[in-house]
């Protein structure tokens, strides 16, 4: 069985930094692609940054291009979410996302991913 266990968040002035992580186990060695989405209060969730295959290949929402990235640790079945910059618009609870079967594309869509953490609340104060 596949668990995804997000952590790093927290609260935080605009301008200032947190690096979330999230950190698998059960086939974790197997997946193709992880992800971290976000979901602010009566919105949809979106997608933040995506990392795909053996080469890393990144993705970026385009609110977060330049601010945000996405790394991973395939030693330590973690993926790390490292955020800069961040500014009140950013509050949101961010999953984490992971899936095993090989798709080519960005997989920036929410339906792309078959795994998800419980989700860890991003406070950004103006």
């Known amino acids: 069985q596949v668990q995804l266990v997000e952590s790093g968040g927290g609260l935080v002035q605009a301008g200032g930094s947190l690096r979330l992580s999230c950190t698998t186990s059960g086939r974790s060695s197997s997946m193709y692609a992880m992800a971290w989405f976000r979901q602010a209060p009566g919105k949809e969730r979106t997608v933040v940054a995506t990392i795909r295959g053996s080469s890393a290949n990144t993705y970026y929402g385009d609110s977060v291009k330049g601010r945000f990235t996405i790394s991973r640790d395939n030693a330590k079945n973690t993926v790390y979410l490292q955020m800069n910059s961040l500014k009140p618009e950013d509050t949101a609870i961010y999953y984490c996302?992971?899936?095993?079967?090989?798709?080519?594309?960005?997989?920036?869509?929410?339906?792309?991913?078959?795994?998800w953490g419980q989700g860890t609340q991003v406070t950004v104060s103006s």
């Open positions: 996302a992971a899936r095993f079967a090989i798709r080519l594309g960005a997989l920036a869509s929410p339906r792309d991913y078959d795994y």
